[in-house]
């Protein structure tokens, strides 16, 4: 019986040599955006659209299931914020149907500075939706100061200890205790205006915040972040295209 080297990794049944794909994982490591587009694989590599965006997709799809293994602990700090934005044609505002909720998230050191980050799409800003959100995210003890939105007092079901503050007429940005968690949002704001035109948010959202979070975390050890993320690869099993294509229950 002869079994594949790439049998059971990210790699299974791709009919490209796999220098493609390592390629691809250090170009996408190596981004100074932190992000690389489907349309610049796709000039990078040499292949179509479709396949630059498959490998792309496939790529985050690594980092995603990677992070995901991991949850923040100590201080926490979160906030509420949406993705995306008006469509052609469509609503605008908080009523697009192209606007993903998402709850950003940072854990700090003993100095307040920042140590790792999670950006998780959620189905509302309801308790339930925050209390399943904590149980991902958060390592139980966890103490979570968040602003007076009601529904993150949810992750107290799940063993953490919850602070709300009042903001006020303050802006984000004027107050300290959300300091990193603005600067964060700030950076993944600026990486999409550098790097996306237009994707959809609503099916495929939730896979480019975890890129987004999987580079930041290892933002002290990008040396090492091409064989990081070729590990990751194989390691998550196969996703073909078909499974990458669904909407964000995979994602």
């Keep these: 019986m002869q079994t594949s080297l790439i049998a059971g990794t990210l790699f299974q ?15 996408i490591s190596e981004a100074k955006t932190g992000w690389l587009s489907a349309l610049a694989l796709k000039r990078h590599l040499g292949v179509s659209y479709p396949t630059a965006w498959l490998i792309q997709h496939k790529i985050m799809q690594a980092m995603t299931e990677r992070d995901a293994q991991y949850t923040l602990c100590g201080e926490v700090r979160v906030d509420d914020a949406y993705l995306g934005g008006e469509r052609v044609g469509g609503k605008a505002g908080r009523g697009s149907e192209n606007k993903v909720p998402f709850v950003a998230a940072v854990s700090l050191n003993a100095k307040g500075g920042p140590r790792y980050t999670k950006m998780i799409a959620v189905p509302g800003f309801t308790r339930n939706a925050l209390t399943d959100w904590a149980k991902a995210a958060l390592a139980p003890g966890c103490s979570v100061i968040s602003d007076g939105l009601a529904c993150f007092a949810g992750v107290t079901a799940a063993g953490c200890y919850h602070q709300a503050m009042i903001i006020g007429p303050r802006k984000p940005n004027q107050v300290p205790e959300f300091a990193w968690l603005n600067t964060i949002l700030g950076n993944l704001k ?13 099916q495929y959202g939730s896979r480019y915040l975890a890129a987004f979070a999987y580079r930041f975390n290892r933002r002290f050890h990008l040396d090492t972040l091409p064989a990081r993320l070729l ?21």
């Design 231 to 251: 590990a990751a690869a194989a390691t998550i099993g196969p996703r073909p295209a078909r499974w990458l294509r669904r909407a964000e229950v995979s994602c």
């Design 13 to 27: 049944s791709t009919s490209l040599a796999l220098t493609l794909w390592f390629l691809a994982i250090y170009l």
């Design 190 to 202: 600026t990486s999409f205006i550098c790097t996306y035109h237009a994707f959809h948010f609503a």
